[in-house]
């Protein structure tokens, strides 16, 4: 994919440009004394703007916004080998390895610029978050903390409180849809529209949706949807629930709140899945809006707990939404 090449020598999106340069900016004039904690509900390329970040502040002949892309550091971000640059995933993640981490940069010069990014915040257990709280209150000389979440409301208090948060701003949707019809082959705009609204308006996780497996079952999923609202049971849908990515549940939300809006007069053009307005149309007969709602209830609350807890029964939790709609 072709995709607009314009920060040194990595993939970089158009419309990072303006929240990189207020970053940078934020930056040149606060020099080290701030935590950066990034949001983006549902896109990618915020790990992307935090990359591009940590180049330009380890650069040792940055020229403002831009990395020189030749000094010595630059060269070891290149081949990935600079030695203080620490991405941190929350699922490899632990207090041990914190600690070794602070341990490591305290020994350094002073003169060595280090960078710390640690993804998916929101995800850290409580007792990482204390290990991270306490360290960010007196950072190490030289070293910058960016963090990065997809959801900031459930970050805790404690953290946002000491951080400059940055809401990451999807392009409007018309810009999105242009821009992805000089990327992709299928330029259907119905199509295209209806993956940008599936994914929040990210138009790098439209792509990814338009191009997986997922997008297909879709088309499956609102006949077995279909097929199970008209016979009254919704153990019909266990199959595709069970044999697909845990996406499939958020899908079945999407077409769920698509009958709602319809059911309670919303206009077609508000709809998320617009390839398929007549299918969900004619579900509008068989249905009565109390059971739709629980449902819908039931499957948000279903998706939280595969989201965000640990060692969760997809089949059972699954099998008991299915079994009390
Ligand atoms: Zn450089």
Redesign the pocket.
């Known amino acids: 994919m072709a995709y607009e090449n314009n920060v040194n020598n990595f993939m970089w999106y158009p419309w990072l440009n303006n929240q990189y340069k207020k970053i940078i900016n934020f930056y040149n004039k606060n020099k080290y004394s701030a935590i950066i904690l990034c949001n983006s509900t549902n896109d990618n390329s915020n790990n992307l703007l935090c990359y591009a970040i940590s180049?330009r502040l380890?650069?040792?002949?940055?020229n403002y916004y831009k990395?020189?892309?030749?000094?010595?550091?630059?060269?070891l971000?290149s081949n990935n080998n600079y030695p203080y640059y620490y991405k941190l995933h929350y699922l490899t993640l632990n207090i041990q390895k914190i600690r070794d981490i602070i341990s490591n940069i305290n020994k350094l010069s002073f003169k060595q610029v280090k960078v710390i990014h640690i993804t998916n915040i929101e995800k850290l257990t409580y007792q990482i978050i204390s290990t991270l709280l306490k360290i960010i209150e007196y950072p190490p000389s030289m070293t910058y903390f960016i963090l990065s979440c997809n959801n900031i409301s459930i970050v805790p208090m404690t953290i946002r409180s000491r951080c400059i948060c940055w809401n990451m701003q999807i392009p409007s949707e018309n810009y999105s849809i242009k821009w992805l019809q000089t990327i992709i082959h299928n330029k259907n705009e119905i199509i295209i529209r209806t993956s940008l609204r599936i994914c929040n308006g990210s138009p790098i996780n439209a792509i990814l949706l338009l191009k997986s497996k997922l997008w297909n079952n879709r088309y499956i999923l609102i006949n077995q949807l279909s097929h199970a609202l008209l016979k009254n049971n919704m153990l019909l849908l266990l199959p595709i629930l069970n044999n697909n990515d845990k996406e499939i549940i958020y899908l079945l939300i999407t077409f769920i709140s698509d009958i709602i809006k319809l059911m309670k007069n919303t206009s077609e053009l508000f709809l998320m899945n617009l390839d398929c307005i007549s299918k969900i149309k004619s579900l509008l007969r068989i249905n009565n809006i109390y059971k739709i709602y629980k449902l819908w209830d039931n499957l948000v609350n279903c998706w939280y707990y595969l989201n965000y807890k640990n060692n969760v029964n997809r089949e059972l939790l699954i099998l008991h939404l299915l079994i009390n709609w």
């Open positions: 180049r380890i650069c040792q002949n940055s990395s020189c892309n030749t000094c010595n550091n630059c060269m971000m």
